[in-house]
């Protein structure tokens, strides 16, 4: 998919699908609290695509992915390799939030996955980095890495080669950003960890 407008197109047609995903086992909980979906935001021809787990509450009255306090970290952690986010594609493997910010469950993320699957497609990005166990995970195994998935503990900051139908790519597994709220010490190492994206965006 190569020209801008098309990219765009097919961008909205994902946020028109998801907009009426009645199915969605997150559907009424979106309506009933007057949320929105949070599709994905930055460049449509970016290198670059990070993807964190699900909305929270900020994101779902927002629509912005990464518009809360994980965003401010995660603002923070681009800021200190001097990535600009709109160069690059943010978005979530749930584009809706579950209720209390609970972790996604499995029939949640196989729900959602067609629609983070349709965006690596239009987008083609050379680099994913996931945020978080749960993308990391999604990705890894999509990608061909099952086999090298540890915890993300043992693999954060390490860069696997896969191929993707468009080419190579690149995937890179971070901590999620809000790791650093509940333990600072985290911090540096995600400030370590980011540093292999520099070259890339
Ligand atoms: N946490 C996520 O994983 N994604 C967001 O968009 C916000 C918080």
């Known amino acids: 998919m190569s020209n801008s407008d098309e990219r765009t197109e097919h961008m909205?047609?994902?946020?028109?699908?998801?907009?009426?995903?009645?199915?969605s086992p997150l559907y009424e909980d979106r309506v009933k609290n007057r949320y929105y979906p949070v599709i994905g935001q930055g460049s449509h021809r970016a290198v670059v695509m990070l993807i964190g787990e699900a909305p929270g509450k900020n994101e779902a009255l927002t629509s912005k992915p990464f518009s809360g306090s994980a965003g401010k970290i995660l603002g923070e952690l681009l800021g200190s390799v001097g990535i600009l986010r709109e160069n690059i594609y943010i978005t979530n493997i749930l584009k809706d939030r579950p209720p209390m910010n609970r972790d996604p469950l499995p029939n949640e993320i196989s729900a959602y996955a067609p629609f983070l699957d349709r965006q690596i497609d239009i987008i083609?990005?050379?680099?994913?980095?996931?945020?978080?166990?749960?993308?990391?995970?999604?990705?890894?195994?999509?990608?061909?890495?099952l086999e090298e998935l540890r915890p993300i503990s043992v693999i954060h900051g390490k860069i696997f080669a896969a191929r993707a139908p468009y080419g190579d790519i690149t995937i890179i597994p971070l901590y999620h950003p809000a790791a650093a709220i509940y333990n600072p010490n985290t911090k540096e190492v995600q400030l370590n960890d980011i540093k292999a994206l520099k070259q890339y965006a």
């Open 124 to 145: 083609q990005p050379k680099v994913i980095a996931t945020l978080g166990r749960f993308s990391m995970g999604y990705i890894m195994e999509k990608f061909g890495l």
């Open 12 to 23: 909205r047609q994902i946020r028109d699908d998801v907009l009426n995903f009645k199915e």
